[in-house]
């Protein structure tokens, strides 16, 4: 909803990537707790607790704590079809009451692997402030540092899930 009469744009971010694992296996990376809190939006350094519960309409929440500041993110399971796709809110409620949409599509390869398809929608609301070129430039900054913050994170899951491979040969 737009603020003093002034429109608020969203932001769209697409990423894909190529994984050398099982859709299964990726798939669980976005819906297993032991795994999720090793990547998403925390690290097993910094996490200081997740809750999940990992169903249609069911809610996460991760505390992770760097540098001494609690960062709390939270969001719902709206869609979830085992090692196709998931749909689900994410929101941190210390710095905005929106929500934002992540949307997760996996295909198996038929040279092995699983590419996956990440779509994330956010609200960036326009201060009044603003030109509308000052406005463009903030939208495109937050594009950019999101889209390297989630870059960095599918870097993180990619070790994990290696990790987990690695494990598995031993």
């Known amino acids: 909803m737009a603020k003093f009469n002034v429109e608020n744009e969203h932001v769209e971010i697409d990423v894909e990537r ?12 976005w819906t297993k707790k032991d795994i999720l809190k090793q990547w998403f939006m925390t690290s097993t350094r910094t996490n200081k607790s997740i809750e999940a519960d990992v ?22 399971f ?21 929500q934002d949409v992540i949307e997760v599509e996996f295909f198996e390869r ?4 699983t590419q996956m398809f990440f779509y994330y929608r956010s609200l960036v ?17 937050y594009h950019d540092s999101i889209t390297h913050g989630f870059e ?13 491979e690695d494990s598995k040969q031993q």
């Open 18 to 29: 190529l994984l050398k694992f099982s859709p299964e296996l990726v798939y669980e990376a």
């Open 55 to 76: 169903k249609e309409g069911g809610t996460y929440r991760i505390v992770d704590v760097r540098n001494g500041k609690e960062n709390i993110i939270e969001g719902t």
């Open 78 to 98: 709206e869609t979830l079809i085992m090692d196709e796709f998931i749909k689900m809110t994410i929101g941190m409620p210390g710095l905005s009451e929106e």
């Open 110 to 113: 038929e040279t092995g692997g």
């Open 125 to 141: 609301e326009k201060e009044r402030r603003l030109t509308s070129l000052e406005y463009k430039q903030k939208k495109k900054e």
């Open 152 to 164: 960095l994170m599918f870097d993180k899951m990619n070790q994990v899930l290696q990790d987990i």
